[in-house]
């Protein structure tokens, strides 16, 4: 399909219509595709920003333990594995699931410092990401101490 309009698009003589037909045959997948790609470009507006910091911030004020992740991440998903083989309480967040993710990923970054995820908090502390998550040894001790365990 993205080749057809890039062959397309050096035809000089195509019709307008054959570019909003092709638009329109483009399937969830792939349009989730370029959200992914390109939704961290898009900007926000202040309201939107305000909203999703209060958003972020309620989510660990009001969570023993949370995960701000991404779905098709595998470091996200090792920290989930771990906090389920502990059969922990955890609440997690997709941001590429979720409208306002990229605008919570920017509001994240200014809470925590780190962009990346995942974005793990307990207790309303900052834990860091996967690699910090795996390296607590005293994990279970922090879980219990939030009443996640
Ligand atoms: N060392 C980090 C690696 C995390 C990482 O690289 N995550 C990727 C997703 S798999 C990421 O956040 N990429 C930037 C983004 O998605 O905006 C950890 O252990 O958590």
Redesign the pocket.
């Known amino acids: 399909m993205i080749s057809s309009l890039m062959s397309q698009s050096r035809v000089a003589s195509v019709h307008p219509a054959s570019y909003i037909r092709a638009l329109l045959s483009l399937q969830p997948p792939t349009i989730s595709f370029f959200k992914r790609l390109f939704g961290?470009f898009a900007a926000t507006s202040p309201a939107a920003m305000s909203a999703a910091t209060t958003r972020a911030q309620s989510l660990i004020n009001d969570n023993a333990v949370v995960v701000f992740s991404?779905s098709?991440?595998?470091?996200?998903h090792s920290?989930k594995k771990l906090l389920k083989d502990l059969n922990a309480k955890y609440t997690v967040l997709e941001l590429d699931q979720d409208d306002e993710g990229s605008a919570i990923?920017t509001a994240l970054a200014e809470i925590s410092g780190q962009?990346?995820?995942?974005n793990i908090f307990i207790n309303q502390k900052h834990i860091?990401?996967?690699?910090?998550l795996?390296a607590k040894t005293d994990l279970k001790e922090l879980l219990e101490a939030a009443g996640a365990l």
């Not at 962009?115 to 995942?118: E, G, L, Y």
């Not at 860091?128 to 910090?132: F, P, Q, R, T």
């Open positions: 961290s991404k098709y991440c595998p470091y996200c920290s990923q962009r990346t995820v995942p860091g990401g996967n690699s910090d795996q």
